[in-house]
């Protein structure tokens, strides 16, 4: 199983961001995937999840109405598209494959800053 993001970087405060998860060597579209992001100094949060077939979706108080989770299950690809942003969202963020036998990505560090 291998997980890859992409799609972090420096942005300004408001500005706009979209990152990919692109797995491997697992069924993609029979998986939970969630999105999470860890600051430094802080424990690692859930930012958002969705479904296998992308029916269902959940995010954190923090991101709702800002960004947006989606997948192509063609592509094995699953995406968090992030607006409005702010500092407090300076994060190396993370994909996880859900379970049985959890995954995590590498990361893509997201820095929100003017």
């Known amino acids: 199983v291998t997980l890859v993001e992409s799609g972090g970087g420096l942005v300004q405060p408001g500005g706009s961001l979209r990152l990919s998860c692109t797995g491997s060597g697992f069924p993609f579209s029979g998986y939970f995937m969630s999105w999470f992001r860890q600051a430094p100094g802080k424990e690692r949060e859930l930012v958002a999840g969705?479904?296998?077939?992308?029916?269902?979706?959940n995010y954190a108080d923090s991101v709702k109405g800002r960004f947006t989770i989606s997948r192509d299950n063609v592509k094995n690809t699953m995406y968090l598209q992030m607006n409005s942003l702010k500092p407090e969202d300076t994060a190396v963020y993370y994909c996880?494959?859900?379970?049985?036998?959890?995954?995590w990505g590498q990361g893509t560090q997201v820095t929100v800053s003017s």
């Open positions: 969705i479904a296998g077939r992308g029916t269902w979706t």
């Open positions: 996880k494959k859900g379970a049985p036998s959890e995954y």
